[in-house]
């Protein structure tokens, strides 16, 4: 299982872009990135999924350099309402029930 | 609407009395699986679940229990509850696969045991 690496946490203001970077030097072939959103006391949000290049969805981009030893989640234009733990995992669409999430990125959006 | 349900949401028992958090989803997903999460840390996988009847253990399994006897639901069972299992327990489903496909996640149940 991949280990992913994350900051503890971030901030930034309404209106800005924000990108959050995940490292995960041992990435193997088949491993796919994943990022979750989890509001206090809530259960965590699927984001957007990505293997390599870019991934755009209506909440976010993601992007992957070729040798996809890092992944970096951007937020267009973050408002308030962005607060929250961002979690990058790593592992294939294939086997391995287990999920290793780590402690995750801890985003506050200032006014 | 598609979703994952807990019940109850909110729990305070003493130690050693039995309890059970029900975990139904409606949208016909083979796996589930509960998950805790402790201030600060990220989730841990408890045990889950490939289909009816199927089930394994995740990270975190002692002192608890599992069974899958219809597909929406996936009942988790703390047969003699301790201070340590006081935590937030989520529960989650995904269609096929990986759990590294989207899982869905349900509300959360904050557990308190005394």
């Known amino acids: 299982l991949a280990k992913t690496t994350q900051p503890i946490s971030m901030d930034s203001y309404e209106g800005q872009e924000v990108n959050i970077t995940c490292s995960h030097n041992n990435i193997a072939t088949n491993d796919y990135i994943t990022w979750y959103q989890q509001f206090p006391s809530q259960g965590p949000r699927f984001i957007i999924q990505g293997y390599k290049t870019k991934v755009t969805n209506e909440v976010a981009s993601l992007f992957i350099p070729a040798d996809r030893k890092s992944s970096t989640l951007s937020l267009p234009r973050v408002s308030l309402s962005d607060t929250a733990v961002y979690y990058c995992l790593v592992g294939d669409n294939v086997s391995n029930y287990q999920l290793i999430w780590g402690a995750g990125t801890k985003l506050i959006i200032k006014p | 609407e598609a979703q994952v349900t807990q019940n109850p949401r909110y729990l305070i028992t003493v130690t050693g009395k039995k309890l059970t958090v029900t975990c139904s989803q409606n949208m016909n997903h083979e796996y589930m699986s509960w998950y805790r999460q402790d201030p600060g840390l990220g989730l841990r996988q408890i045990y889950y679940?490939?289909?009816?009847?199927?089930?394994d253990k995740g990270d975190v399994p002692e002192g608890y229990k599992v069974s899958r006897k219809e597909k929406r639901n996936f009942p988790l069972i703390l047969e003699s509850p301790s201070p340590n299992q006081t935590s937030l327990y989520f529960c989650?489903?995904?269609?096929?696969?990986?759990?590294?496909?989207?899982?869905?996640f349900g509300p959360g149940t904050r557990l308190t045991v005394l």
């Open positions: 679940s490939m289909n009816v009847e199927v089930t």
């Open positions: 989650a489903s995904w269609a096929s696969g990986s759990p590294y496909n989207e899982q869905f």
